[in-house]
């Protein structure tokens, strides 16, 4: 068995999120000199179960082992008819993670460096395209360059977001959406704070807002538009007894 070749297989797996739990199959695998073998793991994100296959093919001398692509299905409980399948491929031990994978068959976006055919790295952010599909049904990925001209950190700022105070935090959050996550915030305002989820979305060059079921909220707006910071006490105070004396001059003014 080519232990460097294992190694660096092994690294791979770990890079994309398939931790250790197959190397002990892999090595058993290669030492057979298996020409092809498949392997398969489960994950759970967000209260869905994904099942995982793992492709594996010898090079032409045997002695190389290389990493294909993999299969990944998202589970419905109580219906298979409606599981979602998608395969991705990996370009020497690179592509496509576990939790990207399963955060872009549930439609949101990821975004990934990336390389041409020259070799030259580019950032894009990546979807799947439900109505272009591969002749084996599989979902082509659709590619929204830099050029394209989203920007996430200007489509959320200025919008009341509180964890775009700090920096950490707002590292952080930025980190967490470019994977795909559907990250939970923070909304100041006149009313209090309100916490929303948030997911990148630029095909239209903004977030798609939910609320904490995870059901979308038709009312963008409400990151469209600045938030008016929240008021202090004394300018409530202000404002109330200030009321009384507007009420009577406009009061004045009808009757004059």
Do not use: C
Not at 2 to 31: I, P, R, V
Not at 98 to 115: D, I, P, S
Request: glycine share 6%.
């Amino acid at each position: 068995m080519n232990t460097q070749n294992a190694e660096f297989l092994k690294k791979s797996l770990l890079n994309l999120g398939f931790g250790d739990k197959l190397n002990a199959e892999l090595d058993k695998e290669m030492a057979a000199k298996t020409p092809e073998f498949k392997l398969g793991l489960q994950h759970e994100f967000n209260q869905k179960t994904v099942d995982y296959t793992l492709h594996f093919k010898a090079g032409d001398s045997q002695d190389m082992y290389f990493f294909n692509k993999y299969d990944a299905t998202i589970n419905h409980k109580h219906d298979p008819a409606k599981n979602i399948d998608q395969t991705f491929f990996i370009n020497k031990g690179s592509g496509i993670t576990a939790k990207e994978a399963f955060n872009l068959m549930e439609g949101r976006a990821v975004h990934k460096q990336l390389y041409n055919l020259e070799g030259q790295k580019y950032q894009a952010w990546l979807t799947l395209d439900d109505k272009n599909l591969t002749e084996n049904g599989n979902k082509k990925i659709k590619h929204y360059h830099e050029n394209y001209g989203y920007d996430l950190e200007k489509t959320i700022a200025g919008k009341g977001i509180k964890e775009l105070d700090d920096p950490k935090t707002k590292e952080e959050l930025l980190y967490s959406l470019k994977k795909g996550n559907a990250q939970q915030i923070s909304i100041g305002g006149e009313d209090g704070e309100k916490k929303y989820f948030i997911a990148a979305n630029p095909q239209f060059k903004t977030v798609d807002l939910y609320d904490h079921q995870m059901k979308k909220i038709k009312r963008e707006e409400l990151l469209h538009t600045d938030q008016k910071p929240a008021r202090s006490l004394k300018q409530r105070e202000q404002q109330k007894e200030d009321a009384p004396a507007k009420k009577q001059s406009r009061k004045r003014k009808l009757t004059a």
